[in-house]
Nanobody, 124 residues
Framework: VQLQASGGGLVQPGDSLRLSCAASGFTLDYYAIGWFRQAPGKEREPVSCISSKDGGTYYAESVKGRFAMSRDSANNTATLQMDNLVPEDTAVYYC??????????????????WGQGTLVTVSS
């Protein structure tokens, strides 16, 4: 089981980025997937997650209306579309596979496997 996060980079405020989380060793559709981020000097926090059962999504208040999470079943990938980026979005972004159905997806302890992280820097 492996998760590979990619798509980070250096952008200016107001720009967009699309992060991808490629899964191998399991079918991504069968599991809830979460995106977390860790800014310098801060704890890791939940950004978004998508349920395995009904595709329902959660977004942190700070990213609502700007970020959108989805699945690409054909490519066994989850994506995080990030629009109107602000400097406060600067962080390492991690994707993770939930352990089982029904857990609180905003909690790190609900996830079994983590990708290596991809750095997003928003700066003018």
């Amino acid at each position: 089981v492996q998760l590979q996060a990619s798509g980070g980079g250096l952008v200016q405020p107001g720009d967009s980025l699309r992060l991808s989380c490629a899964a191998s060793g399991f079918t991504l559709d069968y599991y809830a997937i979460g995106w977390f981020r860790q800014a310098p000097g801060k704890e890791r926090e939940p950004v978004s997650c998508i349920s395995s059962k009904d595709g329902g999504t959660y977004y942190a208040e700070s990213v609502k209306g700007r970020f959108a999470m989805s699945r690409d079943s054909a490519n066994n990938t989850a994506t995080l579309q990030m629009d109107n980026l602000v400097p406060e979005d600067t962080a390492v972004y991690y994707c993770a596979q939930a352990k089982v159905y029904g857990l609180d997806l905003t909690q790190e302890s609900s996830y079994a496997n983590w990708g290596q992280g991809t750095l997003v820097t928003v700066s003018s």
